[in-house]
Structures are given as C-alpha cells and as structure tokens.
C-alpha cells in the first residue's frame, strides 16, 4: 500500500512539473507575441519627427559655384522665385502663396509634380533655407559669400528622400547631383548676363532705364 501511495505521488508530481513546464512554455509565447509588435513599433520610432514609422533614408548634396557678380546681386536674382524655371531643370512654374509659403509645378523623370515649400530662413545678401511638402526634395539651403566687390561665392545643399528618388524613376544619386550643378551653372550664365558693373552703362541703356 505504502509503495502504491509513493508510485502515486511521483506520478502527480511528474505531472505537476509537466503542467508548469507547459505553462512556463505557454507564458513565454504570450509574452513574445504581445511584446514583439511593441518592440517593432519601438525600433520604427523616428527621433527627428517624434513619429512611428520607418526612418526615411535622407541623402545631402553640396555644390558651389563661382559668379562674376556682387553678392547682394546673387541673393536678388535667387529670390526671383517666379524666375527659377530660368534655371532649373524640370521646374515649370514657381507661384508666391504669401510671404513664405510657394507652390511649385515641376516635370520630374517625365511626370508633372506640385508640392508645397516654404521659408524658413531668411538673412538678406547671405543665406536662404526652405522646406518642401509632397517633394523628393525635403529642403534647400543657399548660401551667397563675397569673394571680392565683383565675384561670390553660391553654395548650395539640399536634403532629398533617396527612397522616394528611387520610387519616382530610379534616379541615382549621382544624377541628381548632376542636375544640381546644372542648375547653378546655368544661374551664373543668367545672372553674369544680365548684370553689369556700375559705371558700364551706355547711352542705350540709360536711354532706355535698364538697370541691372
């Protein structure tokens, strides 16, 4: 009896360890389950936004060039916003909403844009910055630094999504960083044509009022 009372106990307790074995197991499975998707959300958190999603790939491109002009007419010309088309590849139209808000319509890898971009710095003669809504391209900043009474130098950096360059039409950043050059270089051909040093005018000019 007293040996058939012992085989009893090391059975329920055989099962007992069993049963919490397969509890402890089943445990652990919740916890994951209800902690993984957490953890995820935790590792999608964005600092710079303070959202949850997937941390955007930002790239930067810097270029410069040098103008055959004063500064303060560098940043003039720049700020003709209704004239970037002029030199900007792809942009067709460049609309003032009010003091720091634009609207912009652009021809990006054979598809017509509009997004939204607005000013966020603004120091006369020496720097301007601007974000952009609905654009591959997230910001600009242009700097303009006097190189002599007659010559400046135009530094240009810009944040772009190079997930969403890709998304659009594949375009590498090396193309990119291409057309950017291109833009300035065809800045420096509008700006060095139309301005002229004081003193240069001609009888024509004068005539007609040109100022540059």
Not at 33 to 39: F, I, N, R, S
Not at 75 to 91: H, L
Not at 114 to 128: F, G, H, N, P, Y
Request: glycine content about 6%; some cysteine; aromatic content about 10%.
């Amino acid at each position: 009896m007293e040996r058939a009372l012992d085989l009893c106990g090391v059975i329920i307790s055989t099962t007992r360890s069993e049963k919490e074995s397969e509890f402890s197991a089943a445990t652990d499975v919740v916890k994951a389950v209800l902690t993984e998707p957490l953890k995820f959300e935790i590792d999608r958190y964005t600092p710079s936004t303070g959202n949850f999603g997937k941390e955007k790939r930002m790239s930067t491109i810097e270029k410069s060039i040098e103008v055959n002009v004063p500064e303060y007419t560098a940043y003039a010309q720049w700020t003709k916003f209704a004239e970037f088309p002029q030199f900007m590849e792809g942009v067709k139209e460049v609309t003032q909403l009010d003091g720091k808000r634009f609207h912009w319509k652009a021809v990006i890898t054979g598809q017509e844009k509009e997004w939204d971009s607005e000013i966020t710095e603004l120091v006369a003669d020496q720097r301007l910055a601007w974000t952009s809504r609905g654009s591959v391209i997230k910001g600009w900043v242009v700097t303009f630094h006097r190189l002599s009474d007659a010559r400046t130098k135009v530094m240009l950096q810009l944040e772009y999504d190079s997930q969403g360059v890709a998304e659009h039409g594949g375009e590498a950043l090396d193309v990119v960083s291409q057309r950017v050059q291109g833009d300035l270089e065809r800045f420096k051909a509008l700006i060095e044509k139309r301005w002229r040093p004081a003193g240069r005018e001609t009888i024509f000019d004068i005539a007609v009022g040109k100022t540059y």
